[in-house]
């Protein structure tokens, strides 16, 4: 397992108040860096992720680690009756509301504060599942999976979107200075919590990717388990389903 990197260094916090309050703090900024840093890759990865889900034709979705809602606002276009966005943080679920309301999604779509590591719906209760960049902010992967598992249809989809490292000479250099030089850069001159850039590259650096995490998700319990790395690998998407 990677070793449990947390936001702030002295805090007493456990890593999921220290996570909750790191996303609060940088809310108001998220949407507007995020595009930045990922040169508007990240809006691509979301509508591949899209076009999986509505292939699929779902019922349900519960969008863990929604955030800003991104995803969450995207299924409003498949047939999903109930669509969930799932997060710890209250000031980027507000944001997301902010935005759905904008759209008048607020009939197709509920943001619930929440745990992705303790869902509060029954078993087998949602068609399809989603976590972008999400996974590596939980204080315990291995229970957030088996949660997902335990709430996710027989049949139905488990996808994930996260970052990785790329391995390949010149990206896996270039990528190196993207993350320990320009990003904790750009988190320092343009967030208001001087640190969370820093946290977010480390995390990055340290979470299991490609082949480790699909060996964690087939023992969690997942079956028919893939990986489809994005723009040379710097992320990388995972699909999964249950028996
Ligand atoms: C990097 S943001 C990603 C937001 C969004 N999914 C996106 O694609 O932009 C990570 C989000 O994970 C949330 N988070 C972290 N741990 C969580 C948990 N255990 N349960 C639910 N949300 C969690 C954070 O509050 C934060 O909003």
Redesign the pocket.
């Known amino acids: 397992m990677s070793k449990n990197i947390t936001p702030y260094k002295d805090s007493e916090l456990g890593k999921?108040e220290q996570?909750?309050q790191m996303?609060d703090n940088i809310s108001g900024n998220y949407d507007g860096l995020?595009k930045v840093i990922s040169f508007g890759t990240d809006a691509k990865w979301k509508q591949k992720i899209l076009k999986m889900v509505t292939a699929s034709q779902p019922k349900s979705i519960l969008d863990?680690?929604?955030?800003?809602g991104?995803?969450a606002i995207l299924f409003a276009s498949t047939t999903a009756e109930e669509i969930i966005g799932?997060?710890?943080?209250q000031g980027?679920l507000d944001i997301g509301k902010k935005k759905i309301q904008a759209q008048h999604l607020d009939s197709k779509i509920q943001m619930v504060l929440?745990?992705?590591?303790n869902i509060p719906y029954a078993d087998n209760y949602f068609d399809v599942i989603t976590v972008?960049?999400?996974v590596r902010?939980?204080?315990n992967l291995e229970k957030?999976l088996s949660e997902i598992l335990r709430t996710l249809k027989p049949g139905g989809q488990f996808i994930i979107?996260e970052t990785s490292v790329p391995t390949k000479f010149p990206f896996k250099q270039g990528y190196a200075f993207h993350s320990k030089v320009i990003l904790p850069l750009i988190g320092k001159l343009f967030s208001k919590d001087k640190t969370a850039y820093t946290y977010?590259s480390n995390s990055a650096n340290e979470f299991p990717f490609g082949e480790v995490l699909n060996n964690i998700l087939r023992k969690t319990g997942f079956i028919d388990v893939k990986h489809l790395p994005q723009t040379f690998g710097v992320a990388t998407i995972y699909h999964a389903s249950k028996k």
């Open positions: 999921k996570v909750a996303f995020n863990i680690a929604t955030g800003t991104d995803l799932l997060d710890i943080s980027m929440g745990d992705g590591e972008a960049y999400g902010n939980f204080e957030g979107l977010l």
